[in-house]
């Protein structure tokens, strides 16, 4: 079950992950994890939420729910950290960089934002991440990345000019 987006399937440009192993849960606790990649760190201190940060993607929450660059995707079904997960659980995070159309070599680009530069030729890049608990895939989004990014420039925009 995936959130978001129906992104492309296209060449794979980039991939990164990693394992996390869970040595112990607070049964009882409201709070929950989110797991993701971040690609810019921001300026500053960190935002004391994962749906603030400008350029990450992330899976997690209750209920859980896909983010990308800050915008918030939908609800991701079949996988609650907060049932699911527990002591000993392995989880893996996956993030694919795709570009529909575009052969990129083994030192190809090392960002998203990139990824999408080197896609060119109108073939948008897109983001797919997936988390695995214990080697099987439990969550999954997609979204195309310039969208991702224009809809982010289109915010930043209105604050600006509301600010005035």
Not at 120 to 135: E, I, K, N, V, Y
Not at 145 to 156: D, S, T
């Amino acid at each position: 079950a995936g959130a978001g987006a129906e992104a492309g399937t296209g060449a794979l440009l980039q991939r990164y992950s990693f394992d996390l192993e869970v040595l112990e849960t607070c049964p009882g606790t409201a709070r929950t994890l989110s797991l993701g990649f971040a690609w810019a760190p921001p300026e500053g201190a960190l935002p004391a939420s994962i749906d603030e940060m400008p350029c990450c993607v992330a899976l997690g929450g209750e209920p859980p729910r896909a983010l990308f660059c800050g915008r918030d995707l939908g609800m991701v079904a079949g996988w609650r950290p907060a049932v699911h997960v527990s002591e000993g659980s392995l989880l893996t995070a996956v993030l694919e960089v795709r570009a529909a159309g575009a052969t990129i070599g083994a030192s190809g680009p090392a960002s998203p934002t990139a990824a999408s530069a080197a896609a060119g030729g109108g073939a948008p890049a897109s983001l797919r991440m997936l988390l695995l608990q214990d080697g099987e895939v439990r969550a999954e989004a997609r979204a195309d990345l310039p969208a991702v990014v224009e809809q982010q420039g289109n915010e930043e925009d209105e604050e600006e000019g509301g600010a005035g």
